[in-house]
């Protein structure tokens, strides 16, 4: 699913007109960012989520690493026509979004790193190997992706989240193909974009969360001080999932770096 907002009429904001798309996480698809769509187009700014290969109304597959997946963003931008787009990724997609970056330097107007790591370390780790096998643990025992869901949704997710925002991600993630799951899983433990932060020169905004244990907010601040001119935001009271736990907060945070990119003409 492809979902298009224009632009909402008579808003005087720096941002009217900006184009972002959204890119997902591990477990999602684009309709985990309905929230935004509605928010994001009174602010005059045009919203387009995406399904990553695998995920929403795309096939299922049991093949995935970054490479691929930055060179399909890069197929959508060019069939859609957006010309250099502000990018917002979550958890995996912020590691899409970073192998973008260094794919293509200029091609973006500007990044939003929510909840996200510039790496996941050695692929043949102990740590990497105890994630594998405890993300995929109830799919081997024989749990479907439902029930799957659920549990992970409330481990990831803050203390006091939106319950509207946790029954989205629970059907969401429920409707995630297991096979794309694995190959997803699979995939994270061989990123490393570390080596390029300090070449991006894009505006970012490096968003993380009080209380999420999957990108720990210390571990983003590290990050956005490697990255040149980024500003770094950490939300009260959420976990890994802001967007649907905390939509208001989210929203406002990102529209508002968005208010404070230079124009086009300046950039």
Known sequence: MVANGG?????????EGIAVMFIHGIGGAARIWEPQIASFMAAGIRPVAVDLPGY?????????DFEDLASDLEATVARLGIDRPVLVGHSMGGMVVQVALRRRPGGYRAVVL???????GNPDGEFQKRFVADRLAPLD?????PQLAVSMIDRLMGRAPDPVGRTLAVEVMSAVPAATYRAAVQCL????ERANLPQI?????????????AAPAAAMERMAARIPGARYVCLAGAGHLPNL???AAFDAAVIDFLRDLPSPTAA
């Open 56 to 64: 929403g109304t795309r096939s299922p597959t049991d093949r995935m």
């Open 141 to 145: 025992a024989g749990a479907d992706m």
């Open 114 to 120: 929510s909840n996200t790591s510039p790496a996941f």
């Open 201 to 213: 020169r894009v505006p970012v905004l490096c968003l993380a969360c009080e209380h999420d244990q």
């Open 245 to 247: 736990e905390v939509p």
């Open 189 to 192: 433990v061989a990123f490393d």
């Open 7 to 15: 632009m909402s009429r008579g808003a005087a904001r720096s941002g």
